[in-house]
């Protein structure tokens, strides 16, 4: 269970983040569409919806790991949206990622130890002396005995690889981590066992967490906040006990549904199917992109598009029905 965060400056502000692709035919594929937040210090932003629907684009463009096509990004009150590579290496210190595929994320020519080690010494923030010290207190403090430094990926399962993707994302005591579906490709027991040691080390450092997954029932766990993503857009934003005991957007209705629940005879609520597959960004539906899905659409649903408002304290959804 997360710790509530204290109150103060964002370290990360989003505002208006646009990301579009273009295709061969001369088209656009608008994989970001208008996103805003704030992330506050020692927060989890827990980001969910659909493969396909633009959240780990939204996460390589809020790490300036692709180029944004329109909006700002601030960490730390400095405007990062197009720093050149150069200027980027001190703000990297500040914000990291660990990424879904755990072996594949790590170079396998390196062993464990220098894997971590690596970032500690391209950023020098700890003489050469003290680097192998410093790599075994990073492997303790993620879970992993420091006799295992000498391990290749290969030798390692996945659980592990991600410990050591951990131990190197928190080596340059950063404020930021952009974790993308950094559980999913685990089992279900090593899945608790690492969102428990990422809130471990949360309480420890004061991290904010930008946690991007697809399962409900995970975000449900680790965050704080909830951004409910549909093609490009936030169709529903609000704090985790809102989002969960009073979802209002269809899409996120239904994702609620699509967890597995404890004792179904128990539940109340009736169980909201949403057929078909998630539309193209090339030429995403007119209104609402989510009205060729959603069960409740009306004629105002397919023709104007709803905007992302407060409809209750703090709870934001982008719906005509609500």
């Keep these: ?55 780990s684009t939204l996460a390589r463009v809020l790490s300036r790991l692709e180029e944004p096509t329109g909006g700002t990004i601030h960490i730390k009150g400095q405007d990062i ?10 703000v990297r210190q500040n914000c990291q990622m660990i990424f879904q595929d755990a072996v594949s994320s790590l170079n396998p020519r390196a062993n464990a130890g220098e894997l971590v080690a690596e970032p500690l010494r391209i950023h020098r923030l700890v003489p050469k002396s003290e680097i192998k010290d410093r790599v075994a207190e990073l492997f303790k403090g993620v879970g992993l005995n420091p006799d295992m430094m000498t391990r290749y990926p290969h030798e390692m399962s996945g659980g592990q690889c991600q410990r050591v993707n951990i131990a190197r994302a928190i080596s340059l005591n950063p404020d930021i981590i952009i974790a993308d579906e950094a559980v999913s490709a685990l ?16 309480s420890r450092m004061g991290l904010s967490y930008i946690f991007i997954t697809h399962d409900m029932a995970v975000v449900g766990v680790i965050s704080h906040r909830i951004a409910v993503m549909y093609l490009g857009k936030f169709v529903e934003y609000s704090t985790k006990a809102e989002i969960i005991r009073n979802p209002l957007h269809p899409y ?36 609402c992109h989510f009205h060729p899905r959603c069960p409740k659409a009306t004629e105002l649903c397919k023709t104007e598009k709803p905007v992302l408002r407060e409809v209750l304290p703090g709870h934001m959804v982008s719906c005509h029905l609500v």
Excluded at 188 to 201: C, E, K, R, T
């Design 1 to 55: 269970m997360m710790s509530t965060p204290k109150i103060s400056s964002p370290v990360l502000e989003a505002k208006d983040i646009v990301k579009h692709f273009k295709v061969k035919d001369g088209r656009v594929a608008r994989a970001i569409d208008g996103v805003s937040f704030e992330l506050m210090p020692g927060e989890t932003l827990g980001l969910i919806g659909e493969s396909g629907c633009g959240k």
């Design 81 to 90: 949206t197009h720093l050149s590579h150069r200027q980027m290496i001190p």
């Design 187 to 202: 089992d279900v027991s090593i899945q608790a066992q690492v969102i428990n040691l990422l809130g471990d080390i949360q």
């Design 252 to 287: 996120t209705q239904a994702l609620l549904d699509a967890s597995p629940i404890p004792n179904p005879s128990r539940s109340k609520r009736q169980r909201q199917i949403v057929r078909g597959e998630l539309p193209s960004p090339i030429s995403p539906p007119s209104g």
